[in-house]
């Protein structure tokens, strides 16, 4: 069974820069495309950023700049969030760009506050 699990997020001040991973394995990233999601609260996952060739990189003003990136040799999935924003605050998890999806992970919060 496909196991993910995140790490790295924090409380990080307006404007602020991060880096949060999701650990799986590199066959898993060699075969299946993925993305990061942001949940917060009773709303659904909100799709953040995939590697999908159109959507490389998603802009929100709102929320700031997030830059998906992977390695294939370590199995790592990297979320770069950069100008962040309160708006961005919520936990992201990674898990397969298409449905359906594996079992989602504990995923790791983010909180852009003062």
């Known amino acids: 069974q496909v196991k993910l699990e995140e790490s790295g997020g924090r409380l990080v001040p307006p404007g602020g820069s991060l880096r949060i991973s999701c650990t799986t394995t590199p066959n898993l990233l060699r075969t299946t495309p993925m993305a990061w999601f942001r949940h917060q609260g009773g709303e659904n996952y909100a799709l953040v950023a995939t590697?999908?060739?159109?959507?490389?990189n998603t802009l929100d003003s709102k929320k700031g700049r997030f830059t998906f990136m992977q390695s294939t040799e370590t199995g790592t999935v990297y979320l770069q969030m950069d100008d962040l924003k309160p708006a961005a605050t919520g936990r992201y998890h990674c898990?397969?760009?298409?449905?359906?999806?594996?079992?989602w992970g504990p995923g790791t919060q983010v909180t852009v506050a003062s």
């Open positions: 898990n397969s760009h298409a449905s359906p999806h594996f079992p």
């Open positions: 590697k999908d060739a159109v959507f490389i």
